[in-house]
């Protein structure tokens, strides 16, 4: 279970950091230095423990193959307790540490704050850029306003997951004519809120009610429940996660509703345990599904259940997945003066390709946003791969391949490339 | 009573305390050279914190008013400030190093009217009030974007000034350094004035000040505005280090912590929860990359203190002072040793048997157990243990067993000493 | 019609909820002058107590059993925490239960994960009582209501009509008579202690199958019971009652009220204005359907501290 490649914590007694600092500026062959700044406690840490799962997996992959310049990549991880004040302080630590790239996934609060810290250190130390991988964070405005040159997302976002979630279940005559938009009042919810009503018209569909609600204060669904059945929609088109989504769920089906949910992360560990026979006959929409992939869906999904101990579901895949195209272009990508550099790096990764088990994925030069396949699901007992213990899993309705699954690039995204 | 100790004490390290603080202060001056870049970063953290709980304690350990909302001040402070340097681009009028003035004033104006609000009653009715108002205001922010930014916040760039860029934790440092020195010299100044006074007679006798004459309203407002503008100021210094604004530093949190820190440190003397604070959010950055558990022992720190320590460390510092003019350092001195030696050893045994637990009811863990089989080692500090050896548990059984034992004579003999010489220094 | 209906129901049903739960923290109030930060940690607990032994003795046993192992634990956490601090004051005993309810809370996460656990409403009890309009109303919600009813009527008569209520009453109106009376006060302290965690145990464990049981449900549900707590009147039982029903109904009934200030100044006919400023003028009543309650407290906090129904001191 635990990987081989070194972990360095941070060392914190002062006569210790300043001769590792003044050791590490001494050597020649400059090993790569990853640094995971992410929620490890608090009531985030479960999402978090599994990027780092993931990282950690991705990282003994590319030291198997050689690592990068001669040496094992390094990985460091930081606890960014919760917040993004927390996280201000361990990017800085992390960069004081030496670290290459940061990366991070669970909340977009978080990669908020990071996003900012990285350009702006990157602004003021020209020759010493620090890359930002974002693996979660799937709010719009990182391939909107926020995006910049050394950030690079290997997650959904908001409208790419609308796009597949209400493109695939419009085709396969599942969705009915009248939708109900149900998401949390902040800018996720926000995003999937405004995705749903943007593609109404040219999927065929009409957004008969909308609500946002207060996040995570929420105890009881039933009003909402009221509100979908007077609203008579066929469909529930949510963004909510964790207790917003599984207590709107058993709140519908108590109340005996009839309408189906489309969600975006009923995938969560925990959920279909958790929601039972009430998850039955939902949809949910994510970057990967093990069925769907044949043969080597299942070699890949052994593997990272044989050394992580998690099957990879949720946020796992896309992470893995994008860390695989990390390490293509790490291959591409020469050591400058013994040292990384990430103005060469960056390009290696926008040209790099890397092979999943559901199609090819690649960066796309305009915003970096990665290029994925999305897959939609609905939860039944046919599934062959069962989740939480239960007796039912996902089973996969419609695979939609990276280009067909892209979405249009914001013109909000204005990137421009350093000198 | 405690300021009899206090005053007694305060005699006995006047001097010894001032050669102390200047030592201090000149260490803080020099601390960019010895520390890490990383290091330095929390140092900036703790300076901030220690700020912010001074602020608060001027309102809750000496005008009596226990705050549950603080946060809120300190967030105003925040916003105000980076909003600030977004439009005045770090020229003009204020250069960046001026910058938390703006947090100062949004701190004193919001502070003046949601004190003109909050003092109107006392006492616990007091302290719901600030935590209703900090939750209507951790509620309302992420509606209204435009001020607070979304999920990611509000940034900012600090620009160049006065010849610094402002880009290296040096400039930060010595720029927070200066504005938490001035700031600790005004709060502490402020305790020299009538006004200072007077708010310790909130806290003492509030039926009294009435009965003088006083305004006892109008005087809680002007302690709430005081205390709400240096918590200003830290939410300044914070937004210029961090360059961003986040709803989330509405949070309960931020609010409870720096209560609890406070009460660490100490809120009878003015420099406690400075102490208690600097500790706290060390203690924070240091412990978060070394365990997973690190909350649980946030936790149990918080109720050892509160229960063994109820005058916090500050409070620590007295008790030594005034127990060794009492009876001496010879006697004493074997008394600590053991008390450390005790901490030392139910320390090491509570941490040892919590990981321990930790990595047995982990998921990893529990997905590599197999039934039948013996269950896996585990690895801690740097050597495996088997679960099912007796070894394992022995040893955090051990070690508390013979802490608790030595922590509780040794409290024994403490007290013993002290009555013993109870008839030998008149007690004041 | 049929929504005011539905909302009147998930109304009443919520508020008893949050009364279940905010019952022991007024006693417990009432009697000691603690806040007693902890008071939803045990109300988690309850749940998670019920989650481990419903294998062992099925859901009925699980309900009877989890709520005194949960009163155990608040009789120990008086006797050797809080009795310790009682003589530095409130603010002691306040931030001891504060760090308190961070040890549970962690211990929880520790025990039993991070995820919410599988604990669900009995395929017995898991059928509706009858339908309005074209939705089912769950049994299970009636019954949590008449658990909460029972629960009122029970401490009620208890407190009212038995010499043990008197016992407790005296001493939470004269404590130091009651015990020149002879009556040993601090035993009685522990009593109500123990009763009033046993009680948010109780409401945990009948809650926490029907919503989710995760490590978070302290954090959820606690600050809406210290704001049901002040509004009723802190230390009265009626009020608790009135004011959790007070507040499920507001925000039952806020749900479906899709108006803003925008609605409200159109009515003078600064609608367009409003709108164009944005922000806090264009927020739905629905979308703050949850932090009306915060805004209620307030008011009451301002207007009548003492609250709907405590003594004005």
Known sequence: MTPATPRLKPLRMAALAAAAALACAATQAAPLKIALVETLSGPAAPTGQLFRMSLRYSLDIINAS???????????????????????????????????????????????????????HNLRNPGKEVVFLNVGGEANEFVGEKCHYFHVRFSP???????????????EKVMGDEVFAMNQNYSW???????????????????????????????????????????????????????DLLLLMKAAKSAGLKARFATTFLDQPGNIGNAGETALGHYVVHSFNAEAAGAAGEKYVNDIKAKTGQAPTFVMPHTINGMRLVGEALKATKAEAGNFSARAFIPALVAAKASTPLGDISIRAADHQVILPMVVSVVSKDAKYKVDGTD????????????????????????TKPS | MTRGLGGAAARGIALPGLVAALAGLALLLALPVLLSASLLNAAIQMLIAALFACAFNLLCGQGGMLSFGHSAYFGVGVFATVHAMNALAGQGLLPTPLLPVVGALAGMVFGAIAGWFATQRTGTYFAMITLALAELVHALAPHIKGVFGGESGVSAMRMPA?????????????????????????????????LGRLTLGLRENSHRLRFLGYNTHLLAVLVFTVSSMFSGLAGGLQAVNNELGNYVVFDANLSSSVVLNSYIGGVNMFLGPALGAALMTFFGLAVSDLTRSWLLYQGILFVV??????????????????????????????????????????????????????????????????????????????????????????VPLVLLATGTPLARWAGQRWAAALDADQGQDAPR | MDQFVVSLLNGCIYGLLLFMVSAGLTLIFGMMGVLNFAHASFYMLGAYFAFTLQPYTGFMGALLLAPVLVGVLGVVVERFFLRRVHQHGHAHELLLTFGLSFIIGELVKLFYGNYPVEYRVPASLDFAAFRIGELNYPFYRMLMGGVAIAMFVMIFLLLTRTRVGIVVRSAIYRPRMAEALGHNVPLVFMGVFGAGAALAGLAGAVAGAFYTTNPNMALELGVMVFVVVVVGGLGSLEGAMLSSL??????????????????????????????????????????????????????????????????KT
């Open chain 1, 189 to 243: 919810g926000q995003d999937i809120e405004k995705a749903t009503i943007e593609y109404g018209p040219s999927m065929g569909y009409k957004v008969v009610d909308k609500v946002l609600h207060d996040l995570n204060k929420v105890q009881d669904f039933s009003p909402y429940v009221a509100k979908i059945a007077a609203s008579k929609a066929d469909t529930v088109v949510t963004g909510n996660w964790g207790n």
């Open chain 1, 392 to 415: 039912m899993g996902f089973k996969p309705v419609k695979v939609m391949s990276g280009p067909e699954a892209a979405a249009a690039v914001f013109d909000s995204c204005k990137m």
């Open chain 3, 246 to 311: 007070l507040i499920g109904l507001v925000t039952s009934f806020a749900v479906g009220i899709d108006r803003s200030l925008v609605d409200l100044l159109a009515l003078v006919g600064l609608g367009g204005w409003a709108q164009g400023v944005g922000g806090l003028f264009t927020l739905k009543l629905s979308s703050l359907a949850a932090t009306l309650p915060f805004a209620l407290m307030l008011l009451v906090l301002l207007l009548r501290p003492s609250g709907l129904m405590g003594d």
């Open chain 1, 66 to 120: 050689g690592g990068w310049n001669g040496e094992p990549v390094q990985l460091m991880e930081y606890d960014n307790q919760g917040g993004p004040a927390g996280a201000a302080d361990k990017v800085k630590a992390a960069i004081a540490d030496g670290a290459h790239m940061i990366v991070q996934g669970a909340a977009s609060s978080v990669a908020g704050q990071i996003t900012e810290d990285v350009r702006k």
């Open chain 2, 305 to 394: 203190v509160m229960l063994f320590m109820p005058t916090g460390l500050a409070g620590l510092a007295q008790t030594w002072a005034l127990a060794r003019r009492r009876c001496g350092a010879q006697r004493l001195l074997p008394l600590v040793g053991a008390w450390l030696v005790a901490l030392a050893l139910l320390s090491l045994g509570t941490v040892f048997a919590i990981e321990l637990l930790q990595q047995l009811f982990s998921t990893d863990y529990r997905a590599g157990v197999q039934a039948g089989a013996p269950w896996p080692a585990v690895r801690q500090f740097g050597r495996s243990w088997a679960p099912g050896a007796v070894t394992t548990w022995l």
């Open chain 2, 162 to 194: 006065w010849g610094f860029s402002f880009g290296e934790g040096r400039h930060l440092y010595y720029m927070t350094l200066f504005w938490v020195l001035l700031a600790l010299l005004l709060l502490y100044g402020y305790t020299r004035t009538p």
């Open chain 1, 157 to 171: 976002y908001a409208t790419l997951r609308m796009k597949a979630l209400m493109g695939v279940m419009r085709a």
